[in-house]
């Protein structure tokens, strides 16, 4: 299987925004966990890898 760069690239920066934001309890915080999850979940479809599905922050 071939990784994209731009899958990889995503799913590493929606990690990140996800893992920053996970533990505030804001709802701010949560809306950018579930952005980075968003995003993370783009970047692993893109490299046919299944979406993560559960809630940011749960270690799933």
Known sequence: MIMS???KAKEAAG????ELNEHG???ESQKKAQEGRDL???GRIEDGKPPKT?????GQ
Request: no cysteine; net charge negative; glycine share 12%.
């Open 5 to 7: 760069i731009e899958g």
């Open 15 to 18: 990690y990140v925004k996800e």
């Open 54 to 58: 559960s809630e940011p922050g749960t």
């Open 40 to 42: 993370r979940n783009e």
């Open 25 to 27: 309890k804001s709802p």
